[in-house]
């Protein structure tokens, strides 16, 4: 009798927020937004594709930074449709089962993302502190395991996200503040107690992305104690390059995680256009920036893109 009360105080659909105060300026901001869409899909697309079709990249650093794209690209296409109906469209309402799958995929890749930086940082120690072993510790066998071991942690910790919302009344507001679904916004507009979904949130945090911040963290100490002790300057100025991609993805991927996390903690007097800002920067940002990252560094993807240029150019001449 309880869930089918809670089920009559359920709004159909939630309203989406876009960028408060630039409604106007909507029609000109779809394009750029469009643009990072296809930088995202496109870059990803690349990484995945070079990957498979280069041998030479058929090693465990690249296995992680093919299911790093793969989270990525799943973190684009979640936010997506959302998102471009707010600002192509104009388009602003969600279902409210709609809203519970957003949510529940956003911090699904999220968290995949999280758990892959962590293999990435292991990758790096084992590449740096027993080179001549590190193909037989990290073989295809156990770059798989650790890949089904990241998923199905994401999948396992945020599955019941979408049941503990469902079973919240709402009947007040239904205006959410984002231009996507996340827990903690939907969460807020909840007419009962939230004390079960908010200590269930802060232990699938400190599950998922503390105890993977404080293993990159723990991981880098080694790293560096590792490379401290190599003879030759030269030496250690090889071992940091080797770091210096995935030291970048990870500020990426933290800062504006973390900047959004404070910000929904502590930054309730600020403005919602910043509220707005961050949570856009905290989604958008990795998935555009960590293909161009690893393009810079890695010759074989530079070398896919311009073959795809060229192709393009015969083909439009032609």
Not at 145 to 164: D, T
Not at 221 to 247: D, Y
Request: aromatic residues 12%; contains cysteine; positive net charge.
């Amino acid at each position: 009798m309880a869930d089918h009360n809670h089920s009559q105080f359920q709004h159909p659909y939630f309203v989406l927020t876009g960028i408060p105060g630039l409604e106007q300026k909507y029609y000109w901001m779809a394009f750029p937004l469009g643009a990072i869409y296809v930088i995202a899909l496109f870059g990803n697309g690349i990484i995945i594709s070079t990957i498979k079709s280069e041998s030479s990249l058929h090693i465990p650093m690249y296995y992680f930074l093919c299911m790093l794209a793969f989270a990525d690209m799943g973190l684009t296409l979640c936010t997506l449709p959302s998102m471009l109906g707010i600002f192509w469209f104009n388009y602003k309402f969600i279902t409210f089962d709609g809203c519970l799958v957003q949510m529940y995929f956003i911090h699904t890749f999220s968290a995949i993302e999280s758990g892959v930086l962590v293999a990435m940082a292991i990758d790096r120690v084992i590449a740096i502190w027993s080179p001549l072993r590190y193909g037989t510790i990290l073989t295809n066998g156990v770059v798989c395991k650790i890949g089904i071991l990241i998923l199905s942690r994401a999948v396992c910790v945020v599955f019941p996200v979408p049941f503990l919302i469902k079973r919240l009344p709402f009947y007040h507001s239904n205006i959410l503040s984002h231009s996507f679904c996340l827990h903690q916004d939907v969460m807020r507009l909840a007419c009962a107690s939230t004390r079960v979904n908010s200590l269930y949130g802060l232990i699938a945090v400190i599950f998922t992305k503390g105890s993977d911040s404080l293993s990159i963290l723990f991981s880098y100490v080694f790293i560096l104690r590792t490379v401290m002790a190599i003879a030759s300057g030269e030496g250690r100025l090889k071992a940091l390059n080797t770091c210096v991609s995935h030291i970048c993805a990870v500020l990426i991927f933290y800062v504006p995680l973390i900047g959004v996390s404070v910000i929904h903690r502590f930054g309730k007097h600020l403005s919602p256009l910043t509220h707005a800002l961050m949570a856009n920067a905290y989604l958008l940002v990795p998935p555009v920036l960590n293909p161009i990252v690893y393009t810079v560094k890695t010759k074989e993807i530079r070398k896919k893109i311009v073959q795809i240029f060229v192709r393009t150019k015969i083909t439009t001449e032609g």
